[in-house]
C-alpha cells in the first residue's frame, strides 16, 4: 500500500491568508472586489476567487478606474499606487504582509533620512511585484541585484545599504552581502539588513527533510511564484524524484510505479485545498 503525506507546514503564508480573507469577507458582502494584480501566484486560486467575484486588474486598468474598491495584495504596492486612488476616489483594501510594510518604511527611512544618501541596493528578482514596491519607497533610484553577477550596478567606492526581498533564499542573500563587503572601499561605509521572512526561510530545512523521506515528492506550485521555484528547487536538490506540478491533471501515471511512499508539499502560496486535491487524484489512480 502506497503512503501518502501532505507536509503540514507547506501552504499559505500569513500574509497570504490574510489577503484572500480579506478578498472573501468582502465579496461575501458585495459579490465583486477589483485585486491590483494577482491575489497569490496559484492560477487555480486566483480562479476559485474569480468565479467568487474577484477581478484582477493591472496598474494601466486602475488609472480607468474611479469610486470603486481595490484590493492591494500581500506584495505591497509603491507610494504611485496610493497616490492614484487618491486622485480617482478608490478605496483601498489593503492587504500588504505587514513584514513588507514593515520593510518599506526602512527602505523609505533610510532613502530621506540619510545624506548624502547611501546607495540602497535591494537583493531580489527584478520586476516583481514586492521589489516594485521597494524600490517605488527611493522614488525609483534603489539598484536591484538579482545575484553576485549583477553586483557590477553597485559602486563600491560609495556607501552602500544591502536590504533582502522578503522572500529571497538567505544562501543567496549571504553570498552577495559577503562579496559586497570583501570589494568595497576601504573609505565606503557599508551595512547590509537581514530582512528576509523567516516563516518563509524556516521551510527551507524542513521541506528538505520533507522530501528526503519520501521516495516521490510532487511539489505543487504556481509557475509565476518566486517561492515555489526557490523551493521545489530545495526538494529536488535532496531527491531526484520530484516533480513540479501545478494541480492533479499533471500527474503522470509512470511515476508511480514501484512507489511506497509519496509526500506532497508546495509553496507559501499553494492553498491546502489544491494539495488536498493531488492526494485524492492520487488515492483514485491508486485504486485503479
Known sequence: MISIEIDSKSGFCFGVVTAIRKAEEELEKTGQLYCLGDIVHNSDEVERLRQKGLITITHEEMKNLHNVKVLLRAHGEPPSTYELARQNNIEIIDATCPVVLQLQRRIKETYYSNMPRPQIVIYGKIGHAEVNGLVGQTNGEAIVVEDVSQLNKVDLNNDITLY????????????????????????????????????????????????????????????????????????????????????????????????????ICGATSTPRWLMENVKTHLLQLIDD
Open 164 to 263: 533582502s526581498q522578503t522572500t529571497k533564499s538567505l544562501h543567496g542573500f549571504t553570498k552577495i552581502r559577503e562579496e559586497i563587503s570583501k570589494n568595497k572601499s576601504e573609505n565606503s561605509t557599508f551595512n547590509s539588513f537581514d530582512t528576509i521572512c523567516r516563516q518563509v526561510a524556516n521551510r527551507v530545512e524542513h521541506i528538505r527533510q520533507f522530501a528526503a523521506n519520501h521516495q516521490l515528492v510532487l511539489f505543487v506550485s504556481g509557475k509565476k511564484s518566486s517561492n515555489g521555484k526557490i523551493l521545489y528547487n530545495e526538494c529536488l536538490d535532496v531527491n531526484k524524484n520530484t516533480h513540479f506540478i501545478s494541480n492533479e491533471n499533471e500527474i503522470d501515471i509512470n511515476w508511480l510505479k514501484n512507489i511506497d511512499s509519496i509526500g
